[in-house]
């Protein structure tokens, strides 16, 4: 659960700065920067995406492994969620990267 926290606040964070400088930029006003707001939100996200799928992998080593040596371990709703912030997150990305 601690990563899909902290991927659920890489992704906030990402749209929050995109949202932010997508309100406060001036229309029409271009700087050449090499890395701008918005290349640096779908960073952010990305990375929160990405770790979540490690979230995920790494979940599903350690059931296998304690479920060979206690067969009766219940099951998580982790998953669960991290399918959901999953979701929004892909949500997110698609709309910072569709618009401009």
Avoid at 70 to 76: H, I, N
Wanted: hydrophobic share 55%.
């Amino acid at each position: 659960m601690a990563w899909t926290r902290t991927a659920t606040s890489l992704i906030t964070f990402g749209f929050s700065v995109y949202k932010f400088f997508q309100i406060e930029a001036p229309r029409g006003v271009e700087r050449s920067r090499l890395v701008g707001p918005r290349q640096f939100a779908i960073a952010l996200v990305s990375i929160g995406l990405f770790s979540l799928v490690l979230a995920t992998f790494e979940y599903f080593q350690n059931m296998r492994m304690l479920r060979a040596e206690y067969p009766r371990t219940p099951r998580s709703l982790a998953v669960l969620v991290a399918g959901l912030i999953s979701a929004l997150g892909i949500v997110d990305l698609l709309l910072m990267i569709l618009r401009q």
